[in-house]
């Protein structure tokens, strides 16, 4: 599956093997807990609808709060059934915050979302243009971060230049950390400060124009904080071969970006329900 645009425009960082705890992912209890460093402060995503540990009965209350009673267009075997699919833009203070959370039900063997290359797979964001690197040791010990060997197999930092909605390139660097333990895997990203005036892989944005000969030339780079996300998938067990998938994720977008209009958060929904789409096909296909 391929998350909608910028959603996990950093969770190529994911490495080989998850943390057997969730408490261990500390990228996700940053981001449920004190937050995101939005540039002049923190944000804090909600934690997850789907607790782990729950009794059939307490998993079937679940999920009616979050698809209410209409229970069976959400969890029908089909690549269209229904998803839910929110965005909301918060300000304050002079910021402005872009949130989008989805839900959906998808049929597929958890063992294949554990697996490392299909896991990237779906993580993947759908770029128009750009690309995208893990970075090695050798280029984080020059910044200061060491990543234990405890760590290594699940924990990495990728950097990502990327042009959205052809208005805005980005340049973003970001720290990367996926868990799994019981009947739940959670990956989660999110930018890291460290970055925001690295000369090689800074995190900043620009805006972008066409010029004569109808191409997109970037304008001059400002400094940005702003982005973090984490995704929950869980095996239900009142639901035969079943997996809830939620997302979380916000993003600073400043008015300069695309002027206040609501350009974002209108595309949002439309590429969400595409994605989705793929997502249970491919999931479908892959646990066969």
Same mark, same amino acid.
């Given at each position: 599956?391929?998350i909608?645009?910028?959603?996990?425009?950093?969770?190529?960082?994911?490495?080989?093997?998850?943390?057997?705890s969730?408490?261990?992912?500390?990228?996700?209890?940053q !981001?449920?807990?004190? *937050?995101? %460093?939005? /540039?002049?402060?923190?944000?804090?995503?909600?934690s997850?609808?789907? +607790?782990? #540990?729950?009794?059939?009965?307490q998993e079937?209350?679940?999920?009616?709060?979050?698809?209410g009673?209409n229970?069976d267009?959400?969890?029908?075997?089909?690549?269209?059934?229904?998803?839910?699919?929110?965005?909301?833009?918060v300000?304050?203070?002079?910021?402005?915050?872009?949130?989008?959370?989805?839900w959906?039900?998808?049929?597929g063997?958890?063992?294949?979302?554990?697996?490392?290359d299909?896991?990237?797979? !779906?993580?993947?964001? *759908?770029? %128009?243009? /750009?690309d995208?690197?893990?970075?090695?040791?050798?280029?984080?010990? +020059?910044? #200061?971060i060491?990543?234990?060997?405890?760590?290594?197999?699940?924990?990495g930092y990728?950097?990502?230049?990327?042009?959205?909605l052809?208005?805005?390139?980005?340049?973003?660097?970001?720290?990367?950390?996926?868990?799994?333990?019981?009947?739940?895997v959670?990956?989660?990203?999110?930018?890291?400060?460290?970055?925001?005036?690295?000369?090689e892989?800074?995190?900043?944005w620009?805006?972008?124009?066409?010029?004569?000969?109808?191409?997109?030339?970037?304008g001059?780079?400002q400094?940005?904080?702003?982005?973090?996300?984490?995704?929950?998938?869980?095996?239900?067990?009142?639901?035969?071969?079943?997996?809830?998938?939620?997302?979380?994720?916000?993003?600073n977008?400043?008015f300069?970006?695309?002027?206040g209009?609501?350009?974002?958060?209108s595309k949002?929904?439309?590429?969400?329900?595409?994605?989705v789409?793929?997502m249970?096909?491919?999931?479908?296909?892959?646990?066969?």
């Amino acid at each position: 599956m391929t998350i909608p645009t910028t959603i996990l425009i950093v969770a190529m960082t994911i490495a080989a093997e998850p943390a057997q705890s969730h408490e261990q992912n500390t990228v996700y209890q940053q !981001l449920i807990g004190k *937050g995101t %460093d939005v /540039g002049d402060g923190f944000m804090a995503l909600p934690s997850p609808s789907m +607790p782990d #540990g729950l009794s059939v009965t307490q998993e079937q209350a679940k999920l009616k709060e979050i698809f209410g009673d209409n229970l069976d267009s959400f969890t029908r075997q089909s690549v269209v059934a229904d998803h839910i699919m929110r965005t909301d833009l918060v300000e304050s203070g002079g910021k402005r915050v872009r949130t989008a959370d989805f839900w959906c039900i998808a049929y597929g063997k958890l063992s294949v979302v554990k697996d490392k290359d299909f896991l990237n797979q !779906l993580l993947m964001p *759908g770029q %128009d243009s /750009g690309d995208a690197k893990g970075l090695s040791a050798e280029q984080l010990a +020059p910044r #200061g971060i060491k990543i234990g060997p405890s760590e290594q197999d699940y924990v990495g930092y990728g950097h990502v230049n990327y042009d959205l909605l052809k208005k805005v390139r980005l340049s973003l660097t970001g720290v990367g950390r996926w868990s799994s333990v019981g009947q739940s895997v959670v990956t989660a990203a999110m930018l890291d400060r460290k970055f925001l005036e690295d000369r090689e892989f800074p995190n900043q944005w620009s805006p972008l124009k066409l010029n004569e000969a109808g191409g997109l030339v970037a304008g001059t780079p400002q400094p940005y904080m702003g982005a973090g996300v984490y995704m929950k998938i869980t095996q239900l067990s009142s639901v035969s071969g079943a997996l809830l998938i939620e997302s979380h994720m916000l993003i600073n977008e400043p008015f300069e970006w695309f002027q206040g209009n609501n350009l974002l958060g209108s595309k949002l929904p439309l590429i969400v329900k595409d994605q989705v789409k793929t997502m249970r096909t491919e999931l479908g296909k892959a646990s066969r």
